[in-house]
T-cell receptor
Framework: QKEVEQNSGPLSVPEGAIASLNCTYSDRGSQSFFWYRQYSGKSPELIMSIYSNGDKEDGRFTAQLNKASQYVSLLIRDSQPSDSATYLCAVKEGYSTLTFGKGTMLLVSP | EAQVTQNPRYLITVTGKKLTVTCSQNMNHEYMSWYRQDPGLGLRQIYYSMNVEVTDKGDVPEGYKVSRKEKRNFPLILESPSPNQTSLYFC???????????????FGSGTQLSVL
């Protein structure tokens, strides 16, 4: 059984700070990694995908992948109250379907 | 507008009364999937379909049926609902079932099901 682990939170950060969200996965064959954001009562939406070791930046978001440590993270710079949501880590191996973590709730206080 | 449409948005039913939750996508996606989301358990896959007439079980298929007779539609059927199927259900589709640099799941707006 593939496992994707996330701290459930909530992770509380003040506005303007860097939020760091972490995710570990059990399947060493995993090749594709995703971060989805889910606002309360809404459906998940993709915000970042990463496939190679290292960092990938998109605006205020940076995804970091370390396959040797089986670790993927999401950094949100200059956090805003509108970033308050649950962040879901998802992992995929080859042609298999996505396995989601349980999500980390982020609260950004003004 | 490109979208995944689920109906109904809310559904309250009683144990044993058959129901169908519909899902339709207008993006010509090959891959479609159903998830349920429960507090503390996250998103768990129920069934998925790689193409018309091709379906497969996910992690929690018991008590559910699906069919994929047309590319755009992927209904979820509960033949005899039970209270433990009370959950938030999401349908999703993707154009890249075999992976790809731009792989992305498009989710419907969800169906909140309560089985009494």
């Amino acid at each position: 059984q593939k496992e994707v682990e996330q701290n459930s939170g909530p992770l509380s950060v003040p506005e303007g700070a860097i939020a760091s969200l972490n995710c570990t996965y059990s399947d060493r064959g995993s090749q594709s990694f995703f971060w989805y954001r889910q606002y309360s009562g809404k459906s998940p939406e993709l915000i970042m995908s990463i496939y190679s070791n290292g960092d990938k930046e998109d605006g205020r978001f940076t995804a970091q992948l370390n396959k040797a440590s089986q670790y993927v993270s999401l950094l949100i710079r200059d956090s805003q109250p509108s970033d308050s949501a649950t962040y879901l880590c998802a992992v995929k191996e080859g042609y298999s379907t996505l396995t989601f973590g349980k999500g980390t709730m982020l609260l950004v206080s003004p | 507008e490109a979208q995944v449409t689920q109906n109904p948005r809310y559904l309250i039913t009683v144990t044993g009364k058959k129901l169908t939750v519909t899902c339709s996508q207008n993006m010509n996606h090959e891959y479609m999937s159903w998830y349920r989301q429960d507090p503390g358990l996250g998103l768990r896959q129920i069934y998925y379909s790689m193409n018309v007439e091709v379906t497969d079980k996910g992690d929690v298929p018991e008590g559910y049926k699906v069919s994929r007779k047309e590319k755009r539609n992927f209904p979820l059927i509960l033949e005899s609902p039970s209270p433990n199927q009370t959950s938030l259900y999401f349908c999703a589709s993707s154009p890249y079932p075999e992976g790809g640099a731009n792989e992305k799941l498009f989710f419907g707006s969800g169906t909140q099901l309560s089985v009494l």
